[in-house]
């Protein structure tokens, strides 16, 4: 069992809908992150919160906006999404202090489907 | 710039047999090495790292990686492969870049099949 909590784990969504996928852990982390991954694909970041503030943006458009209501709970709203936005959603977290050698804890994943 | 390259996208071995899977790195500093693992529709899960305590690192499932910087080198391995072992696997690495926060950079997969 993953300790990052990530729903739903499916979605389907037209492009004029307004969704959004939540995640959450009780690990006491405090850097959480998103994730991106396409079928036989790495995963590709596109936000880090880092106590709870928003440390990286990897130039993601903006029908994506992340939030980090508190320690323990990361969202990701979506809205107007394209096809192409289809894909796995996976959301992580890591331990506090030297973040750059603490490994990621990944969820499960949110499949997405636009259609 | 850091990155790592994994050689083959597919390996097959037979249960049984020696489990190598590739992993080259390129990082300007030293870096902190991971391996991780994607079993079907679900996320990546550590199999181990590299931090510098010990150029030989033993994870979960007998699996264990060794890093050689004479080589860039930090190739998966598993004496015996299981078929459970089928899966995507991931070599990442994690620098920082003057902050306390780094960014993990995957390489491209590889998906390891077993046959009975």
């Known amino acids: 069992d993953t300790e990052v909590t990530q729903t739903p784990k499916h979605l389907v969504m037209g492009m004029t809908n307004k969704k959004s996928l939540k995640c959450e852990q009780h690990?006491?982390?405090?850097?959480m992150y998103w994730y991106k991954q396409k079928a036989k694909k790495p995963p590709e970041l596109m936000f880090v919160y880092s106590y709870e503030k928003l440390s990286i943006n990897e130039s993601v458009p903006s029908r994506f906006s992340p939030e980090c209501p508190n320690s323990s709970l990361l969202n990701l709203h979506l809205h107007a999404l394209q096809p192409e936005d289809s894909a796995l959603y996976l959301c992580?977290?890591?331990?506090?202090?030297?973040?750059?050698?603490?490994?990621?804890?990944f969820g499960n994943g949110t499949r997405l489907t636009v259609t | 710039a850091q990155s790592v390259t994994q050689l083959g996208s597919h390996v097959s071995v037979s249960e049984g047999a020696l489990v190598l899977l590739r992993c080259n790195y390129s990082s300007s500093v030293p870096p902190y090495l991971f391996w991780y693992v994607q079993y079907p529709n679900q996320g990546l899960q550590l199999l181990l790292k590299y931090t510098s305590a010990a150029t030989l690192v033993k994870g979960i499932n007998g699996f264990e990686a060794e890093f050689k910087k004479s080589e860039t080198s930090f190739h998966l391995t598993k004496p015996s492969a299981h078929m459970s072992d089928a899966a995507e696997y991931f070599c990442?690495?994690?620098?920082?870049?003057?902050?306390?926060?780094?960014?993990?950079?995957f390489g491209r997969g590889t998906q390891l099949t077993v046959w009975p």
């Open positions: 992580a977290s890591s331990p506090p202090g030297t973040e750059e050698n603490s490994p990621l804890h």
């Open positions: 690990m006491g982390h405090r850097a």
């Open positions: 990442a690495v994690s620098v920082s870049r003057g902050s306390t926060l780094g960014r993990l950079y």
